[in-house]
């Protein structure tokens, strides 16, 4: 092999190692992002309803947390939609 045929098939080598390491850091940005969206979001919101909750056995207003608790749940519901765009969009990034 000539000079250059050695040159660039290390370049090349060098090439797919780099491009292999970003893929696999950028998979692992793309995994602890969602669970760190998920795990903040669930505590925030499921904290919130258990408060909410235990307020509306303790009989001290009118049964009117329905609508709150619906609030709440929504805000659940957006949470995984959060974490599932996130995850969505470092996939992107790794693809």
Not at 65 to 81: E, N, P, R, T
Request: glycine fraction near 6%.
């Amino acid at each position: 092999m000539s000079l250059d045929q050695e040159t660039y098939k290390r370049q090349a080598e060098a090439a797919y190692q780099l491009g292999f390491e970003l893929l696999k850091s950028a998979r692992a940005a793309q995994i602890e992002y969602g669970r760190w969206l998920v795990n903040t979001l669930w505590l925030m919101h499921s904290g919130a309803i258990v408060g909410l909750l235990f307020k509306a056995h303790s009989g001290e207003h009118p049964p009117s947390y329905s609508v709150a608790l619906f609030w709440f749940v929504a805000g659940i519901v957006s949470a995984f939609i959060a974490a599932f765009a996130a995850w969505w969009n470092f996939t992107f990034a790794a693809v």
